[in-house]
């Protein structure tokens, strides 16, 4: 009889599995050590997949100057590189459902960089937009097949912890680039840019591609008791037909899943406004100049990496489960928002200081959130799950920054943009708090996730 907590995977019969190169015993080890380059090279290639597309807000305003571009306009480069994973996220999610996430992942993360490269080559607005759509196909495999690939090393017991450390990747990304992409821009032009973040997305393909290994053991998350009653055991066997997209859709009815979807998107959409107006608000608002505000910047990012891990790491051990440290981040959002909405906002220091706030819990939120939602998902269907609620996050990813930027055309102030967004915050709120307390149970379901 297999003790309760072995983590084996079991074939249809209930017999173990187990590698046939070495014994378990010998492998345990190995794959303590390993599963931490997995965790490296995981959150290297996220950095390295979204390098340049993070860096596009820390250099608004040098590219405002140089293809002469409304805060619209910047809005929709961002959105363009969103575009395509709206779909592209649900095709990821089926592929890593299917084949090896070493090859998903890595072949996407080369088709950032020959996008990029290639993209070096274009002429203006146009061209560039075109260019962050193919570069927003390729990124579509890095979101889901990263998380995936280190749902699958990590126990419950520390996988909180090394998804924020992976989802990390993103803002040290945006760190990065906001220090090094405006420099080089300056000095080289915008399209040396793109040659910089094209080498470093061939980078992370090359890591990933070549490190990557599925682990000996299956440690991917199970879902709740009781959630996804349509697919049954025999739908989740192994070698059994794929169950029907409107069964595997009915994972979105689920409470947990409602709940990561209205906090997710509204999440997202705080993250958008940091990334389109941040560096436009502090040199038009603050006034301060171009280096002060990179280092705000950098600053803000870096935060977020440490939020990302900080809360992921307090969601390990939180007796709420998982979905605390999210509702908490949305609070610190509406508040550092709404500061920024008072003549106070206006003062550099103070403003420096709510970004980098807004930093830790308006990016760092993710942590949790993706490892509360890769322990939601059905068994066998990581992937899928995955790609599927990252896709409707897409929605807010793509109309947030232009409809963000038509607002600051529009009214020429940042009080509207901020105040939509602490709205949305504020009622994402409400609405899970007062679905938690009428789902019966629900507390205890998630607190046995952890």
């Given at each position: 009889m297999r003790h309760p907590t072995d983590t084996r995977a079991s074939a249809p019969s209930g017999r173990p599995v187990h590698s046939p190169a070495v014994p378990r015993t010998d492998r345990q080890p190995v794959v303590s050590r390993y599963r931490w380059v997995v965790l490296g090279i995981a959150?290297?290639?996220?950095?390295?997949?979204?390098?340049?597309?993070?860096?596009?807000?820390?250099?608004?305003?040098?590219?405002?100057?140089?293809?002469?571009?409304?805060?619209?306009?910047?809005?929709?480069?961002?959105?363009?590189?969103?575009?395509?994973?709206?779909?592209?996220?649900?095709?990821?999610?089926?592929?890593?459902?299917?084949?090896?996430?070493?090859?998903?992942?890595?072949?996407?993360?080369?088709?950032?960089?020959?996008?990029?490269?290639?993209?070096?080559?274009?002429?203006?607005?146009?061209?560039?937009?075109?260019?962050?759509?193919?570069?927003?196909a390729g990124y579509s495999t890095a979101q889901p097949g990263g998380s995936k690939s280190v749902a699958a090393w990590f126990d419950p017991g520390r996988r909180g912890l090394a998804m924020g450390v992976r989802q990390a990747g993103l803002p040290l990304g945006g760190a990065i680039a906001a220090a090094t992409l405006p420099a080089v821009a300056a000095t080289y032009g915008w399209r040396a840019a793109l040659v910089t973040g094209g080498l470093v997305a061939l980078l992370g393909a090359a890591l990933f591609t070549t490190l990557y290994r599925r682990p000996p053991l299956t440690s991917i998350a199970r879902p709740l008791p009781g959630t996804v009653p349509d697919e049954t055991p025999s739908d989740l066997a192994a070698g059994s037909p794929s169950p029907s997209l409107r069964a595997r859709l009915r994972i979105l009815r689920e409470p947990s899943m409602v709940r990561i979807l209205l906090s997710g998107t509204s999440m997202v959409a705080v993250h958008s406004g940091i990334g389109v107006l941040g560096a436009l608000y502090l040199h038009d608002v603050t006034r301060l100049g171009p280096a002060p505000t990179a280092a705000v910047l950098v600053a803000t990012q870096v935060a977020g990496a440490v939020g990302r891990i900080g809360l992921a790491a307090w969601s390990d051990r939180s007796r709420a489960g998982r979905y605390r440290p999210v509702l908490v981040s949305m609070a610190a959002a509406?508040?550092?928002?709404?500061?920024?909405?008072?003549?106070?906002?206006?003062?550099?220091?103070?403003?420096?200081?709510l970004f980098v706030s807004l930093g830790f819990f308006g990016i760092g939120w993710y942590g949790p959130w993706v490892a509360h939602l890769a322990e939601s998902a059905p068994p066998g269907r990581t992937g899928f799950a995955l790609g599927l609620v990252m896709a409707v996050n897409q929605l807010a990813v793509i109309l947030v920054p232009p409809a963000l930027g038509l607002l600051r055309d529009t009214t020429h102030s940042f009080t509207p943009a901020w105040a939509a967004l602490s709205c949305a915050t504020a009622a994402t709120i409400a609405l899970t708090t007062c679905g938690r307390r009428r789902t019966n149970g629900a507390p205890r379901a998630v607190r046995d996730v952890r």
């Open positions: 959150t290297f290639t996220q950095m390295a997949s979204c390098f340049f597309v993070q860096g596009i807000g820390a250099m608004a305003v040098i590219l405002q100057r140089s293809l002469d571009l409304s805060t619209t306009e910047l809005g929709l480069l961002l959105s363009a590189s969103q575009l395509v994973p709206l779909v592209g996220l649900l095709a990821a999610g089926e592929l890593l459902d299917r084949y090896d996430e070493r090859w998903v992942v890595g072949i996407g993360a080369a088709v950032v960089a020959a996008g990029l490269l290639l993209g070096s080559l274009a002429q203006g607005y146009a061209s560039l937009l075109v260019v962050l759509l193919v570069v927003g509406v508040a550092g928002l709404a500061a920024l909405m008072t003549p106070a906002g206006q003062y550099p220091p103070l403003a420096a200081f």
